[in-house]
């Protein structure tokens, strides 16, 4: 009878979903906006966030609940939910999402919209020095997430450690990286997020039972379940919890100067003059830790210029100002016992101690080193107050690196706990140091904090991730999308590599063109190396420099598209490089991890091996496909053979979307939306499509909340009874923003024969261009604040 049970049970869910038989339901109180329901070795305490977002918490016998998250800045009860009971079950819950705990057998599970998503296996279990929570999971579902890795886009089958790490110089596998994020994301369109902050692991069914279980030292056993409609909601949900990325400084969406690393001011400058002289466009230059020393080892923790290197900092920070070059400087938590600022930070208590209270001091590359204890309020002030200091020297942004941190010895004491308690949130903690600095002593500037580590919702303090100490080559750029694409789907929008790789001696000219390449459809274009090989352009061969230069110049061209690109994850947390199976869901798209969508309407297909001429790239269905370069047409839903030039990838644009550009200027100090290309790829079959072109200055923080910002809303028509397309422009300014009348040369691509007639407002346009070969318009239109502007073209039958 129990088997003939189970049976139909398993017809109903489509998935073995088991009971805790050990765990009994004592009873239940509704207390505020929360559930407590208590059992035999504990309780439970529920409570929801939204309709789509849900929190379970167990409280062991004998433990107090623990409030603190380092992860959501969500504040709960944004929905109310029903309580319904029978003599079998509770049901908690909203329109959206439920909860159902069933008493005997002793078990929970969550439902979206009437459909079972995920299932308590035994739920809570002790085991010998650790505590984990199990799950029941389907048996087709694919799993993402769970940081930062090099694994295949479908994670399932691997136990992942939860511990940041380096590693050096990986290729196209690394099972642990800088980025431990106790998260899981399932192709069933829920993520499960375990808020905790201790070491441990996450098993994403590596025996192949059906179980998904998070295991840990220690800490809170509180779990969030999130579920959405669509990947972009489901993402949103995520960030709407853990917090949104602000808005870079629009100069971030440029090309750096970048390398391990520049020894001196005048080193620094004729790299500057030297991008100028070339007409390579520049926006930043990085400095690595040759600015406080002029030796790697034994100088780390000095923090301030070496003068003897860089007599005269300030100068040499405004001087690149006015060639409109930002300043960045790298930093690190270790302060090493040889370093001017020791003697310090053991007076003032800064590092962090050993079980004694004395200041922990150990060995690792750099030398014998203190660790800055970044939980203790003295510490984050001392750090903030150097960082100030320099900023108002004029420099632009700050480069936290080894911040696992890299060696982090489990006996070390932080004011907050253990080593291994807070080890995964240390860059977390180090990046809001920043970013709340920021805040109080310098509101109108926009931060930039390039890190390699984090946690949860580390987007919410501006950190700019980048994916570590990348091998050069092959395949180190074929791990890049993936890991790109996995943190943007964790809320770490801005993951980017090293371009052309970091570490080894390897001068390989296509390596470097390919991975730039790739870096035009990247959230950050940073080429950065060991200086053996130059990572700069102007320092490459004449071929292999002019190749370098074209995909720098492109990426300037895209500034429009990108940085709205940007305000849509600054908005809703979706990602600026998004899989293809957040375009389609079809078997083939959930395991891609070659090519991706770049903003919403841009497909990528880098190309990371070398010698290719021809590539498979899939198109997504729903959409036809337009080739960038060449105008050619590609159907959704299949899969094709592409050429492969040697001067870009493959890149491929939506059918009936548009993508705005300008040209080419040599730092974004000079752009403006004054005059710029409106690429317009019509499509017959599609009616209606629909794009927002956001602007603002480019630096005041949350200008689009305090209205000072603009945005221009494009809308293309397609009428098939009397064949006439219409492209219409409406702008709207936020209340502090002065507009500026816009020249807009409007490029519309596929259409098969010259129009018979344009008009804008009513009136005929006598001034336009045809190029019957590549069957492409352009007519220019005018758009200014106040009544749209519409544009008319009657097609040829």
Known sequence: ??????????????????????????????????????????????????????????????????????????APGKAIPVLSEDKNALEYGTEGIKMRIQFSPFQISYSYKDKIVLSEKEGYVKKDSTEAIRFSIEETE????????????????????????????????????????????????????????????LDLDSKKENTLEYET?????????????????????????????????????????????????KETTAVIDKFRAEKIPVDAIVLDLYWFGKTVQGTMGNLEFLKDSFPNPKKMITDLKQ????????????????SKRWNEVVEKGIVASDSLGKPYTYDFYFGNTGLVDIFKTESRKWFWDIYKELNTIGVSGWWGDLGEPEVHPSYVTHATGTADEVHNIYGHNWAQVVYEGYRKDFPE???????????????????????????????????????????????????????????????????????????????????????????EPVFREPKTKALAKKAIELRYQLLPYNYSAAFENNQKGTPLMRPVFFEDNSDTALAISDEYLWGANLLAAPITKPGITVREVYFPKGSNWIDFFSGKKHYGG??????????????????????????????????????????????????????????????????????KYETLRFTGTYSKEDTTLTVRAATHNGNQYLPEEKRINLIVHQLKAKPKKITIDDKKVKKFTWNPKTQVLEVVLKASQGAPTQVTIQLAE
């Open 217 to 265: 030292i220690s800490g809170r056993k509180t779990y969030q379940v999130i579920v959405g409609d669509s990947w972009e909601e489901l993402v949103g949900n995520y960030t709407l919890l853990t917090g949104r990325q602000p808005l870079p400084p629009r100069w971030a969406f440029g090309n750096f100067s970048s390398r391990f690393g520049y020894h001196s001011q």
């Open 1 to 74: 009878m129990i088997k003939q049970l189970i049976v139909v049970f398993l017809l109903l869910t489509s998935s073995a979903y088991t009971q805790n038989e050990t765990r009994s339901y004592l009873g239940h109180t509704v207390d505020g906006n929360h559930l407590e329901v208590q059992t035999s070795d504990g309780s439970y305490r529920i409570q929801f966030y939204t309709s789509q977002i849900i929190e379970t918490t167990f409280i062991p016998a004998g433990e107090s609940y623990n409030a603190k998250s380092h992860a959501v800045v969500l």
């Open 638 to 707: 299949q899969r094709q053979w592409v050429t492969v030039a040697p001067d870009h990838i493959p890149v491929f644009v939506r059918s009936g979307s548009f993508v705005p550009m300008i040209k080419t200027i040599q730092s974004t100090e000079e752009y403006t939306l004054k005059s710029f290309n409106l690429h317009f790829y019509f499509d017959e079959n599609k009616n209606q499509s629909t794009y927002d072109l956001y602007n603002d200055d480019g630096v005041t923080p949350n200008a689009f909340e305090k209205g």
């Open 142 to 201: 694919a799993l993402y997430g769970g940081g930062e890795r090099v694994l295949g886009m479908n994670r399932r089958g691997n136990r992942l450690q939860l511990y940041n790490r380096a590693h050096y110089g990986y290729g196209d596998r690394s099972e642990l990286m800088n980025f431990s994020i106790p998260m899981v994301l399932s192709s069933k369109l829920y993520a499960v997020h375990f808020d905790n902050a201790p070491i441990g692991y």
């Open 323 to 338: 060639k409109n070059v930002k300043t960045i400087l790298v930093t690190e938590p270790f302060i090493l016992t040889t």
């Open 445 to 535: 500037q926009r931060p930039f904090i390039l890190m390699r580590s984090g946690y949860s919702g580390s987007q919410r303090f501006g950190m700019i991730p980048w994916s570590g100490d990348v091998g050069r080559s092959w395949g180190g750029l074929q791990a890049q999308p993936e890991i790109a694409m996995q943190m943007g789907m964790q809320g770490l929008g801005y993951m980017h590599s090293d371009l052309g790789g970091f570490a080894g001696d390897n001068l390989d000219n296509e390596l470097y063109v390919r991975w730039l390449q790739y870096g035009v459809f990247q959230p950050i274009f940073r080429p950065h190396a060991q200086e053996s090989v130059p990572p």
